[in-house]
């Protein structure tokens, strides 16, 4: 059976273009020993490396501005941010080895669409568009049957003035759900955004539930949310007019391949009537918020501590 | 594109500051001097989020203005807005 699976669209970039200086003229290698100094000083963070911190992350806060204008002109709303200064220091410690220059994501912009899947992939194939020419083509990484530590979302690593920028394209569930996580990895620590087994994931929060307890529940929503939401593209596509069968073979043919929407049970709505395929989904629906419901109750508890 | 200064407590969940910074320059400037300001202080986010407007930034970095359960909640709204849809 077809997997979805990251994407690699066109070439990664020659060599020359991954050492070229940033724009301002701070030198790759500049940059790579900064991002050493950091990870062996995380918290002594000296002011002349600041000063060269500040330096580099303009030069991707200014190609994150241009990028998001050409998003917005497509009627596209982003909104962008550079890494924090801890969070980067943390990329660097958690991937041992991996230079600055290598991170991807130091530049990113968020994009909720308004439904599912089908505006996900809309969207995401509009963005492809907006960056196809520029030297470097961009790369298309699909989180939705293969998600990783339960985050879902279709990901697509655009580059501008030689720098890339990881733009997240999130449905509204897909958005809910890494909201609340990325909320209780604030409070109890941004490692089991990575790792089931996180530091601390014993803990009691009350009674007899642990953090590890809302952290299974949360993997558990994040399928519901998965089954649901490759249902409800499937019936959108026929209330579009969109045979959907024929749709997921073209798909095939299209600029970036994702695969069928859901790899467990690709075509099961096929075999049915429409009417059955409506209550389908209403049990999948009452599914989740049950769930979602349950989390809800769970995290309550810890706000209530 | 506006630029607003986010700092924010993340154990509490306390937006400390939110500023609109004139210029993406100036606002990576307030970026680095709140983050010379908070650098002995634990738990603190400092970040320069560009959106067109601050209901946007509401949105789409909800986490910073709501608490996990209000979070799920609104994912329980979503669901129905999204099977409103079909």
Same mark, same amino acid.
């Given at each position: 059976m077809r997997q979805e699976a990251s994407i690699r669209l066109s070439f990664v970039g020659s060599p020359s273009v991954r050492s070229m200086p940033l724009p301002d003229g701070v030198s790759r290698s500049q940059m790579d020993n900064l991002g050493t100094r950091l990870v062996a000083h995380p918290n002594d963070i000296s002011d002349r490396d600041y000063d060269l911190l500040e330096r580099v992350l303009g030069n991707y806060q200014h190609a994150l501005d241009l990028a998001q204008v050409r998003l917005q002109g497509l009627g596209i709303r982003a909104t962008g /941010?550079?890494?924090?200064?801890? #969070?980067?220091v943390e990329k660097l410690v958690r991937q041992e080895g991996m230079k600055m220059k290598g991170i991807r994501d130091i530049a990113g912009a968020r994009i909720v669409v308004d439904k599912g899947r089908l505006e996900q992939d809309r969207v995401a194939d509009e963005v492809v568009a907006a960056f196809l020419n520029e030297p470097r083509a961009? %790369?298309?990484?699909?989180? /939705? @049957? #293969?998600?990783? @530590?339960? =985050? %879902? @979302?279709?990901?697509?690593?655009?580059?501008?003035?030689g720098l890339p920028i990881e733009i997240q394209i999130r449905t509204l569930l897909q958005d809910s759900w890494a909201q609340i996580v990325e909320r209780?990895?604030?409070?109890?620590? %941004?490692?089991?955004? =990575?790792? &089931?087994?996180?530091?601390?994931? &014993?803990?009691?929060?009350?009674?007899d539930v642990t953090r590890a307890t809302v952290m299974h529940q949360c993997r558990e929503v994040s399928e519901a949310i998965h089954s649901f939401e490759a249902r409800e593209a499937i019936l959108q596509a026929w209330a579009n007019g969109d045979d959907a069968t024929s749709r997921s073979d073209s798909l095939e043919q299209g600029p970036w391949y994702r695969g069928p929407w859901d790899a467990r &049970?690709? =075509?099961?709505?096929?075999?049915?009537?429409?009417?059955?395929?409506? &209550?389908?989904?209403? #049990?999948? %629906?009452? @599914?989740?918020l049950t769930l979602l419901d349950s989390l809800a109750g769970l995290v309550d508890r810890l706000e209530a501590i | 594109v506006h630029h607003y200064l986010m700092v924010f407590e993340r154990v509490e969940g306390r937006v400390l500051q939110l500023t609109t910074? +004139?210029?993406?320059? *100036?606002?990576?400037?307030?970026?680095?001097?709140? +983050?010379?300001?908070?650098?002995?202080?634990?738990? !603190? +986010? !400092?970040?320069? *989020?560009?959106?067109?407007? +601050?209901?946007? *930034?509401r949105e789409t970095h909800a986490r910073y203005f709501e608490n996990a359960g209000q979070l799920a909640r609104t994912g329980v709204s979503r669901v129905d807005r999204v099977a409103a849809a079909v």
């Open positions: /941010r550079v890494k924090s200064t801890s #969070t980067l961009p %790369r298309v990484i699909d989180r /939705r @049957a #293969t998600p990783s @530590a339960g =985050y %879902r @979302a279709v990901h697509v690593v655009v580059h501008h003035l209780l990895g604030d409070i109890w620590g %941004r490692g089991l955004r =990575y790792d &089931e087994d996180f530091a601390g994931s &014993e803990i009691v929060i009350a009674g &049970e690709p =075509y099961a709505e096929f075999l049915m009537g429409k009417q059955e395929a409506h &209550e389908a989904l209403s #049990t999948l %629906r009452q @599914a989740l | 910074c +004139e210029s993406p320059a *100036l606002a990576m400037r307030a970026r680095f001097k709140a +983050e010379r300001a908070y650098r002995t202080t634990k738990n !603190i +986010e !400092i970040v320069v *989020l560009g959106a067109q407007s +601050e209901a946007d *930034l």
